[in-house]
C-alpha cells in the first residue's frame, strides 16, 4: 500500500519497481545528455577538474580489474560502461530491463555490438542461464530495494563461476551534496547541473525528473562503505571498498570460502 512521506507518496514496493524500470526506459535518450554534461561541465576550473578526476578513478577500477573469459553486466543501460567491457572477454553478456537504453548502447558499440549478447529482461526477474568469470554493475546496486538485496546478491552468487570476482560502481552521496563538498573544498561557486531530485531517506526513495517535466518514483539507496560492507559480509561474501572522494563508491566482492 502507497505511504504519503511529504508531499510525496511512497508507492508499494512492486509499483516503485514498475515506475523505475519506466524511468529508465522513458529517459534512455536523454540520459547521455546529463551523464556527458556532467563529466565535462566546467573543465576549466578547479570544481571540474576534481569532479572529473572522481569520474576517471571510477574508470581505472575498471582497468584494474581487467574482466576476462564469460563477462557479464548487470543494468548495462546506454552503454557508457559497457565500452569498456567490450573487447577484453571472451563473451559479454549485458542485461538491462530498458530497450531503449540498450539501442543506444548498440550505436554506441558499433562494430563491437554485434558480438555482445543483449537481454531485455527486468534483472530482478531474471535467472542466470550459466556462470560468468566476471560479473560488472554500474550504479544499480543503489537502485536494489532492501527487501531484494539478499535475493540479487544470491543470483550473482549463481551466476558467478568458481573463481570469479564481482567489480560494482556506485553513487556515495545524492550528487547535489556530493558537488556541495567539491566546491566547498575547492573554493569554487560553479554549479553542477542535477536533474530535479527529491530524496526520502527513510524509504530510499528518489523522484527524478525528464526534460518534458514527467517525474518518476525510484530506488535510490546510498551506502556508507562499511554499511554495504557489512551487508554483504553477513551474506557471506569478503568485499573490498573504496571511495574516489565524495562523489562515489567502488568496490570488487567474492564469496567466502568454506
Wanted: glycine residues 8%; negative net charge.
Amino acid at each position: 500500500m502507497a505511504q504519503r512521506k511529504g508531499d510525496i507518496v511512497v508507492p508499494d514496493r512492486n509499483s516503485l519497481i514498475a515506475e523505475q524500470i519506466g524511468y529508465y526506459r522513458a529517459c534512455a535518450t536523454e540520459y547521455d545528455q546529463w551523464w556527458l554534461h556532467l563529466g565535462h561541465r566546467n573543465l576549466e576550473n578547479s570544481f571540474g577538474q576534481h569532479w572529473t578526476a572522481e569520474l576517471d578513478r571510477l574508470l581505472d577500477a575498471i582497468n584494474d580489474f581487467r574482466p576476462t573469459g564469460r563477462v557479464l553486466e548487470i543494468a548495462g543501460g546506454t552503454g557508457n560502461f559497457t565500452r569498456l567491457l567490450a573487447g577484453q572477454p571472451s563473451s559479454l553478456t549485458v542485461v538491462d530491463s530498458s530497450p531503449e537504453a540498450l539501442e543506444v548502447s548498440k550505436k554506441k558499440l558499433g562494430p563491437a555490438a554485434p558480438g555482445i549478447d543483449y537481454v531485455i529482461c527486468d534483472v530482478f526477474e531474471w535467472s542466470p542461464p550459466q556462470t560468468y568469470d566476471a560479473i560488472f554493475f554500474s550504479f544499480w546496486l543503489s537502485h536494489v530495494p532492501t527487501d531484494a538485496f539478499g535475493r540479487f546478491w544470491s543470483m550473482i552468487r549463481r551466476a558467478l563461476a568458481p573463481g570469479g570476482r564481482v567489480l560494482f560502481l556506485d553513487n556515495l552521496v545524492p550528487l547535489g551534496a556530493a558537488a556541495n563538498e567539491i566546491r566547498r573544498e575547492t573554493g569554487t561557486t560553479a554549479e553542477l547541473e542535477v536533474p530535479y531530485t527529491a530524496d526520502i531517506a527513510d524509504e530510499d526513495v528518489s523522484i527524478r525528473e525528464l526534460s518534458d517535466g514527467r517525474r518518476f518514483r525510484i530506488v535510490k539507496r546510498f551506502w556508507t562503505v562499511d554499511g554495504l560492507a557489512a551487508e554483504l559480509r553477513a551474506l557471506s561474501w569478503d568485499a573490498r571498498i573504496e571511495t574516489t572522494g565524495q562523489a562515489f563508491l567502488w568496490g570488487t566482492a567474492m564469496p567466502q570460502r568454506g
